[in-house]
Structure formats: structure tokens, C-alpha cells
């Protein structure tokens, strides 16, 4: 995709937005068999801002490296051992924070027997989006005012 930048000079900038123009050297880390994440930035600016619940950076870092197991519309099913070892913590401590976000309403857990659990973010996101919409409509009447 590409954005035309408008300049001081008449003729318009064209700026390369592709991920190998943006990282340069380092853009064959975005085309790795293990790929990439995207993710929301309303949620890497609001999630320590939710209402009524803020994620804490370990709650956040968890959903991060659950939304990288989220390959189809189906719920993602690492393990704790998994999740533990990309993030660098024991098991007990992914298995506490799972709990904490379950707590605050930011994740349904789906326990199988004999496997991984699956993880809906589901109400993570409608939890976002609502407050994306307060912002924009606070951002709206500042505006008006």
C-alpha cells in the first residue's frame, strides 16, 4: 500500500508503507515461517486504561502471545508450558494470569479434557471497541465545545 505525503514541494512524496520499506534490513523477521502479529494499537495504548479494568503489561503480553496462536476464526489453544516459555515465566505464573483476566471479565476460558485450553478474547475486544467509541465520541464533543 502505498500514501502520498503532502509536501512544501508541488510534487506529492510517495511514502512505501510495506513492512520491508519500514524495517528496512530487519524485514525478513516479518516473512519468517513463525510470521507476525497484528495487533490493534488502541489496544497497545488503551489496554492499562480499561474500564472497569485495566490490564496489567504481564496480562497484556499474555493476550499478545495468545493473539499469536490466533490463526482462524476458531479460539487459540496454547498450553501453559507453551506460553510459559515465550514468555519467559513459570508455568504457575501464566496459569495466575490467566486467572486475573478471567477475573476481570477480559477472557472465557474453555477447559477440554486431555488437551490445552482454548482462550476466547472475545470479550477483550468488545471491551476495546466500547472504549474506542467513548473516545471518539469525547474526542466528537470536545470538538463541539
Known sequence: ?????????????????????????????FSRPEGWVGVPDFFLRGHANLKPYALTSTEAMLVLQLMAFKWTEADPFPSYARLAARMGVSVKQVQRTVRNIEAKGYLKRVGRIGNSNKYNLQPLFDALAAAQLQDAEKKKAAKIN
Open 1 to 29: 500500500m502505498e500514501a502520498v505525503v503532502e509536501t512544501n514541494v508541488t510534487q506529492p512524496l510517495a511514502v512505501d508503507r510495506k513492512l520491508a520499506a519500514r524495517w528496512g534490513k530487519h524485514h525478513n523477521l
